[in-house]
């Protein structure tokens, strides 16, 4: 498995941008689809973003499509989720995940960070 560290999240007014980063261990980052996964209090746990191994494939769900873009750095074992024109609805904790499958569920994904708050003001 993988050790992940999510950093970047934050207060954030509405229409604002926000980078997250998740940093990983050991030398197997890149056999890994990475995602990012988010939940908000009271809600179901929700994915958000996905990339494939060598960064050229990328997954959304449909309500941050062309408001988020996932990236990774393999040479740093590094996955970001810029997040732009944020809106209160995405206010939640966002986890950074890793799978050797390409999936939406967080069944899937066998590691997992702690999360980092992401509140977003009206």
């Known amino acids: 498995q993988v050790q992940l560290v999510e950093s970047g999240g934050g207060l954030v007014q509405a229409g604002g941008s926000l980078r997250l980063s998740c940093a990983a261990s050991g030398r197997t980052f890149r056999s890994y689809i990475m995602g990012w996964f988010r939940q908000a209090p009271g809600k179901d746990r929700e994915f958000v973003a996905g990339?494939?191994?060598?960064?050229?494939?990328?997954y959304y769900a449909d309500s941050v499509k062309e408001r988020f873009t996932i990236s990774r750095d393999n040479a740093k074992n590094t996955v970001s989720l810029q997040m732009n024109i944020l809106k209160p609805e995405d206010t939640a904790v966002y986890y950074c995940?890793?799978?050797?499958?390409?999936?939406?569920?967080?069944?899937?994904?066998?590691?997992w960070g702690r999360g980092t708050q992401v509140t977003v003001s009206s």
């Open positions: 995940a890793a799978s050797r499958v390409f999936s939406r569920s967080h069944g899937d994904f066998g590691s």
């Open positions: 990339i494939g191994w060598s960064g050229g494939s990328t």
